[in-house]
């Protein structure tokens, strides 16, 4: 088998077999395909796509590229959340306690900051002393105590998807939903839980910007998930705004705990109680939406969600002190007020512009390797749909210098759209797709 023949096959719309994809991935892997076929490859599937077999093989080969966890020594379900990426996404750090607090078991891998979209791994840091990396007995023995460990990736999980994506990165291949689909779900697959929910963000501040597009990567992951045996579904939800109102590390961390104390914003409750009602009910606790439902409202009202999360900040040597009062988070050294510019509606957030300026004030990296500030960013005081007056004040810079503010500042406006009319209002989730179909929620 030769690669130049199957980068051929593909370049000419043919479909690739087991054989051919297993040859070109293993064989990337191994170091005997060089980046250049392989680059060729992936932007020969960015043209030509890939059908539902192939990218399931693709996927298999991804995840069986490195370690496969073995979570079957834990007793229970164990499911899994993973959201494709956005701006103000905390919803792990809500939504994971909540349902190991209603039973499920999380052993949950998570990323750091993609871009303009932070990661939860960043955030938890923010927590003085928590561990995000723990060996896999610690790791079990957590889950079977407490029913929750969040931990970053290790490092041998799925490698293939590793090099093939830092390759996708610089050869403009990324945004393909063949390779999109098998770049998560062999990393879910490998991380080995039993029931998977994908929360896929649509949106200006989403990898997917358009919904058709969102709802047809949901299906493909959801395809992927069940022929693999893991019982799985998507919603799709909106990242047209910053999903509630703090932007940066410690900053969510502080409005995950508003959150599970009941007085968080109202966006971000209602997406975090409908994708944890979607995991309960996905995991086999609850009977049905509405029962997982009543499950996941009860976990929040009650305060049991929140003892989980201050419980798993322990068991990973975080300091639990901010937990039970975020004020005592180290404070950024320069806090400044946004005004708004002008009278009138704030018609439209460019998104992904608002990540930008955060990373601007440090919440992000710019390069690979530089130091996130973890009480870098922004918190907004005004959101797409409000009703403004010149001279409120629109939003609180957090950051380490003047420089990084001025940059940050100019950013965050151009981001703003402001007008007589309100934008149309829209659900939350526009979308669900499970083994059984799609449901709409747009129109
Ligand atoms: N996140 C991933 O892990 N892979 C992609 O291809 C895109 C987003």
Known sequence: MRMYDIIAKKRDGGKLSQQEIQFAVNGYV???????????????????????QETAIL?????????????SAIPGVKVDKHSTGGVGDKTTLVVAPLVAACGAKIAKMSGRGLGHTGGTIDKMESIPGMRTSLDQRAFFEQVEKIGLAVIGQTGNLAPADKKMYALRDVTATVGCI???ASSIMSKKLAAGADAILLDVKTGNGAFMKTLEDSIQLAKAMVEIGEHNGRRTAALVTDMDTPLGF??????????????????????LTSVCLDLAAGLLELSGLAADFPAAMAMAKKALESGVGLAKLRQMVAAQGGDVAVIDNPDRFEQAKICQPVYVPKDGYICRTDTEQIGIAAVQLGAGREKKEDAVDFSAGIVLCKKAGDWVHKGDTLAWLYTSSEEKALAARQTFLSALTFGDTPPAAMPLVLAKVTKDGIERFDQ
């Open 30 to 52: 191994a170091g005997q395909v060089p980046d250049y076929q392989m680059s060729a490859l992936l932007m020969a599937i960015y043209l030509r796509g890939m059908d539902a």
């Open 59 to 71: 996927t298999d080969c991804m995840a069986r590229s490195g370690d496969q966890v073995d979570l």
């Open 178 to 180: 063949p390779l999109i």
């Open 246 to 267: 703090a932007v940066g590390n410690s900053l969510e961390v502080a409005e995950v705990v508003r959150t599970l104390k009941g007085e968080g914003p109202q966006d």
